[in-house]
Nanobody, 125 residues
Framework: QVQLVESGGRLVQAGGSLRLSCAAS????????MGWFRKAPGKEREFVAT????????YYADSVKGRFTISEDNAKNTVYLQMNSLKPEDTAVYYC??????????????????WGQGTQVTVSS
């Protein structure tokens, strides 16, 4: 079992930056594949980024590639999402998720077992 708590979301102007954090408690998250998803009003939840600890590799949705960076701090059991060059279309509730399936870049939300409560990111134009 793992508990996930996101933080860092707020209102920011277009072109600005934010760093979201996801603190994990319970089992160490190095045992999981960690991911970020987002859900905008009127849209389905979509994949943003994932990090595979065992392979030290990352994978991103095309819409955020080059602007967002996922990283982790094993000592703090925390995963981060650095978001640069934010656009109004990045406005959404951002969720951290953990999958017990390790070794792959999981972009499908059904493969994730644990979810945080979400943090709101609003980008004004």
């Amino acid at each position: 079992q793992v508990q996930l708590v996101e933080s860092g979301g707020r209102l920011v102007q277009a072109g600005g930056s934010l760093r979201l954090s996801c603190a994990a408690s319970g089992r160490t998250f190095s045992s999981y594949t960690m991911g970020w998803f987002r859900k905008a009003p009127g849209k389905e939840r979509e994949f943003v980024a994932t990090i595979i600890s065992s392979l030290s590799s990352t994978y991103y949705a095309d819409s955020v590639k080059g602007r967002f960076t996922i990283s982790e701090d094993n000592a703090k059991n925390t995963v981060y999402l650095q978001m640069n060059s934010l656009k109004p279309e990045d406005t959404a509730v951002y969720y951290c998720a953990a999958s017990t399936l390790v070794g792959g870049a999981w972009t499908n939300s059904i493969l994730y077992d644990y979810w945080g409560q979400g943090t709101q990111v609003t980008v004004s134009s």
